[in-house]
C-alpha cells in the first residue's frame, strides 16, 4: 500500500467505537451462550472481545475479563463443531457456513500472534488452532450453493494456507478461481447484490487476492466499488432494486462500505473513493451497526497500512450511469437522484425465486428529503402480475423499458393426444400449473406489449407509459416515503390515494415533487402482485405512501414529476 503515516484521529476513532461494541458483547455473553446461538456469531463476538484485548489503544487492552469471555465463546464454539469438523446452521454440513466463521477465527487468530499479545489471551490462539485444523480438510473438499459462496470459502482457504502452509489449500482456491470471476466490465457481480457485494465478494476477494498474490481479484473488487459509489443514493444508501438476491425488495446503507474505500483510497490513491469515505464519516460516523468498527480495528491490526492517510478527496461532481448488465441507469446530481430499471429475469425465466431479478420497481427519485421510492404499473391482465421490463435501451435520450407478456385459451385436444381415462400430463403454461396437457392443445393466444419512456431533465422527470391494447385495465402506482404530506390527494377505493385533478404534491420539509399527469383513467383499481404471490397469499406490495393513476382506455399516459 502507498503511504506509511497514520491517521491517528481515524485510529482513535475506530479503537473507541470498537471499545464500545466490546462492551455490549462483554454484558450479553451469558445471554448468547444460553441461547441457540449460530456459530458466525459465536465467533464474531470472540473477534471483537480479541480485537480491542490486544490494542494498546483501547481501553480493554490485556483485560482479563475480555480474555476470559473471549475464551468462553471460543470454548463453546468448539463444542458446536461437528465430528465432520463443519458447523450446522440453517444448513447442515455447510462448508460455506462454516467458512464465515473461519475467516473470522483466522483473522482472530493472526491478531494473537507476536510477543506483545497480553499474557491472559495467549492460551486462545491453541483453541483456535485446534477449530481450524478440524475444518481445514472438509472445507478444502467442500461444495457451494451460490456464487458468491466460492469466494468465502477460497477465502477460507487462503487464511487457513497463510497460517499453516498446506500446497493443497491453495490449489483448490485455484480450481474455484479458473471457473472465472463472475463481475461484469461494468463492476456488477452476477448476483447484482450490493449486500453480498459488501459482505462476501469483495472482502473474500481482497483477502485471496492479497494473500495469494492474485493482483486481478483486487482489480475487480475495485470495479465493484466503483459500481457501488455509482449506485450510491442521497439517502445514504446503495441502490438495490436491481439485485437478485434477498435486497432486492429492502435497502442496503452505504456506510458499511467504509473500510473497502479506505482500503483502496490508500493503495491505489484514489480521491474518489476518499470521498465516500469522508461522506460516511460525516453522514453516519463509526457506531455499530453502521460501520462495524471492531472488525475495522481488527483490519487496521492486522494491515496497519490501513489506518493510513487518505488522498486528497475529489469533489463530488453530477453523473449519470448506466449498467448494461443489468438493465440499470442511475442519475446523480447533489440530492437529486434518479433510477430507472428495465432488467428484471421475469421475461426469460417466467417466475419469482431466489437468485432472480424480478422487482417490479422501475423508477425511482430522490429531491433533498422528498423521495419517491418506487414506481411501478399494475394491471389486470390473467393474473401475469405488475410490468416487469426484460428489455433496456437508451434511445433519443430517453430510457426505454419493454416488455411483452402472453396468455391463452386452450382448444380441445386433437384427437390423436386424446386419453379415455383424462389422466393428462401436468404441465406449466407459463402463468399456472395443471392436468392439461398444454403442449399438444391449439390455443388463442392474448399479448400485452408495454413501453415506458423515462426523459431525465434539469430536477425533473418525463415519464410516458404505453400499453397495447389499451384496454387492458392498468394503473400506475407511486409510493412516496413515509413521513412527508400529500396534497391534492383523497382515498382510493382500491386502497391508498388518488389524484383529485390533473396534479398532486409530496411534501417533506422544504421539499417537494411535484406530479402533473397527462392521460388519466377511471379510478378503483390497486395494485396487484401476480398469482406467483396471489395463491400463497402472499404480496410484494410496496411500502409508504401510495397514490394510485390509472391509464385511460387508450393505454397512453404521461406524467411529469418536477423536483423543487
Keep these: ?321 448506466v449498467f448494461p448488465s443489468s438493465g440499470l441507469a442511475v442519475v446523480r446530481d447533489g440530492a437529486f437522484a434518479v433510477t430507472v430499471f428495465g432488467g428484471t429475469d421475469y421475461a426469460e425465466h417466467g417466475w419469482i425465486r431466489s437468485g432472480l431479478s424480478s422487482n417490479p420497481t422501475f423508477l425511482r427519485m430522490y429531491a433533498g428529503g422528498a423521495v419517491l421510492d418506487s414506481v411501478r404499473l399494475s394491471r389486470d391482465f390473467f393474473g401475469m402480475g405488475p410490468f416487469r421490463a426484460g428489455e433496456f435501451a437508451f434511445e433519443d435520450g430517453e430510457f426505454v423499458l419493454r416488455e411483452r407478456v402472453a396468455a391463452a385459451y386452450y382448444q380441445p385436444l386433437p384427437a390423436e393426444h386424446r386419453r379415455a381415462g383424462g389422466d393428462y400430463a401436468l404441465m406449466d403454461d407459463g402463468r399456472f400449473s395443471a392436468s392439461m396437457d398444454f403442449a399438444n392443445r391449439p390455443n388463442d393466444a392474448f399479448a400485452l406489449s408495454t413501453e415506458a419512456r423515462v426523459r431525465i431533465g434539469d430536477r425533473e422527470v418525463r415519464l410516458e407509459v404505453e400499453a397495447d391494447p389499451g384496454g387492458v385495465r392498468q394503473v400506475l402506482e407511486l409510493s412516496f416515503r413515509d413521513g412527508g404530506e400529500l396534497e391534492g390527494v383523497r382515498p382510493s377505493v382500491g386502497g391508498g390515494f388518488e389524484p383529485v385533478d390533473e396534479g398532486f404534491v409530496y411534501r417533506l420539509g422544504d421539499d417537494r415533487i411535484a406530479v402533473h399527469v397527462n392521460g388519466r383513467g377511471r379510478a378503483g383499481l390497486g395494485y396487484h402482485p401476480g398469482e406467483d404471490y396471489t395463491h400463497l397469499s402472499g404480496t410484494d406490495a410496496a411500502q409508504g405512501m401510495r397514490v394510485y393513476v390509472p391509464l385511460p382506455a387508450s393505454g397512453r399516459c404521461v406524467v411529469a414529476l418536477v423536483s423543487h
Design 1 to 321: 500500500m502507498q503511504g506509511s503515516r497514520t491517521d491517528t484521529a481515524f485510529l482513535t476513532a475506530v479503537a473507541a467505537a470498537a471499545d464500545e461494541r466490546a462492551r455490549e458483547v462483554l454484558a450479553g455473553v451469558d445471554g448468547l451462550l444460553a441461547g441457540a446461538p449460530h456459530h458466525r456469531r459465536v465467533m464474531s463476538a470472540a473477534k471483537t472481545l480479541v480485537a480491542c484485548a490486544v490494542h494498546p489503544g483501547s481501553a480493554l487492552f490485556g483485560s482479563p475479563e475480555a480474555a476470559g469471555a473471549a475464551a468462553r465463546l471460543v470454548a463453546f464454539l468448539a463444542g458446536m463443531q461437528g465430528a465432520n469438523g463443519l458447523f450446522d446452521g440453517e444448513n447442515l454440513a455447510s462448508p460455506p457456513d462454516t467458512a464465515f466463521t473461519v475467516n473470522d477465527l483466522c483473522d482472530t487468530y493472526g491478531l494473537l500472534q507476536g510477543e506483545s499479545v497480553p499474557e491472559p489471551l495467549r492460551p486462545l490462539a491453541g483453541a483456535l488452532e485446534a477449530i481450524a485444523a478440524a475444518a481445514a480438510g472438509p472445507l478444502r473438499l467442500g461444495g457451494v450453493h451460490t456464487p458468491n459462496h466460492r469466494w468465502e470459502l477460497s477465502a477460507a482457504l487462503a487464511r487457513l494456507n497463510a497460517h499453516w502452509p498446506d500446497a493443497r489449500l491453495v490449489a483448490r482456491v485455484d480450481e474455484w478461481l479458473a471457473e472465472g470471476v463472475d463481475i461484469a466490465p461494468d463492476g456488477m457481480y452476477s448476483e447484482r447484490s450490493p449486500n453480498y457485494a459488501l459482505f462476501v465478494s469483495n472482502p473474500s476477494l481482497t483477502a485471496i487476492g492479497t494473500l495469494l498474490e492474485r493482483p486481478e481479484l483486487l482489480d475487480a473488487v475495485c470495479r465493484n466499488l466503483e459500481a457501488v459509489a455509482a449506485t450510491a443514493l442521497p439517502d445514504g444508501t446503495v441502490e438495490t432494486v436491481h439485485s437478485r438476491r434477498q435486497d432486492q425488495l429492502g435497502s442496503i446503507a452505504l456506510a458499511p462500505f467504509l473500510m473497502q474505500f479506505r482500503r483502496y483510497a490508500i493503495a491505489r490513491g484514489r480521491g474518489d473513493f476518499a470521498a465516500v469515505v469522508a461522506r460516511i464519516l460525516q453522514e453516519q460516523g463509526l457506531q455499530e451497526p453502521v460501520a462495524y468498527p471492531a472488525d475495522a480495528l481488527a483490519e487496521i491490526l492486522l494491515e496497519p497500512e490501513l489506518a493510513g492517510v487518505l488522498p486528497e478527496p475529489e469533489a463530488p461532481q453530477a453523473v449519470s450511469t
